[in-house]
């Protein structure tokens, strides 16, 4: 399945008496990273989770191109990759076995070669047999965006990525989404650090109280 625009369409999203999000619509188009802004509790988190199929809306509609979200099932979720505040990385495991997991999961073929340029990019190849519990969070970051990537998803949705970095991983990350909006992914993310994404995004969205500021 493949997609040009993931498009938000009046999204509302409920929990219980608390409105989280409410009549949101945006539009991100391949080959552009689209920042969303706001303060702590803004909704931006539960709308990456809506963009992702994790969630669904309590009204509205998502549309990756001309597939609807609630019906897109598995070949739809297989061309998203997310990075959250959980980087779903094993950390019992070592850099390639995390990898060459998740590499597996997607049912690619060249797994070892996918796993070894995905090293290669985090500048961990040195470090590709050592368990993840023994890595700094700069990292882990990089071995995780790697693992949201090595599917070459269509859609990449990332959580305050820049969080806890130091400036050489704050740099690795900004170069590895320029590629991936290179290559013509739609990439959406949040952040409170506006210095990150300098001279990065290509448009910016703001929430307040779940809506569209």
Not at 15 to 28: D, I, P, Q, Y
Not at 75 to 90: A, K, N, V
Not at 159 to 186: K, M, N, Q, V, W
Request: charged share 25%.
């Amino acid at each position: 399945m493949d997609f040009d625009n993931l498009r938000l369409v009046e999204i509302t999203r409920t929990f219980g008496r608390r409105r989280a999000l409410n009549k949101v619509s945006m539009t991100a188009s391949a080959g552009t990273i689209t920042a969303l802004l706001g303060p702590n509790g803004a909704g931006k988190s539960t709308l990456l989770s809506i963009a992702a199929t994790l969630l669904q809306p309590s009204s509205g509609h998502v549309h990756f191109g001309t597939h609807d979200g609630r019906t897109g099932g598995a070949s739809l979720r297989s061309r998203i990759g997310m990075l959250g505040h959980d980087l779903y990385l094993y950390a019992e495991l070592s850099a390639a076995e995390n990898l060459r997991f998740f590499a597996n999961i997607y049912g690619l073929d060249g797994v070892e070669r996918r796993v070894e340029a995905a090293l290669e990019r985090a500048g961990l190849t040195g470090r590709r047999d050592d368990a993840v519990s023994g890595f700094s969070r700069g990292m882990r970051q990089r071995l995780a965006l790697e693992r949201a990537l090595i599917h070459e998803p269509r859609l990449l949705l990332l959580d305050e990525p820049f969080t806890g970095l130091d400036e050489g991983a704050r740099e690795a990350l900004r170069a590895r989404l320029r590629s991936a909006r290179d290559a013509g992914a739609i990439v959406l993310l949040t952040t409170h650090d506006l210095a990150a994404i300098t001279n990065l995004t290509d448009a910016s969205v703001s929430l307040a109280d779940g809506r569209l500021q």
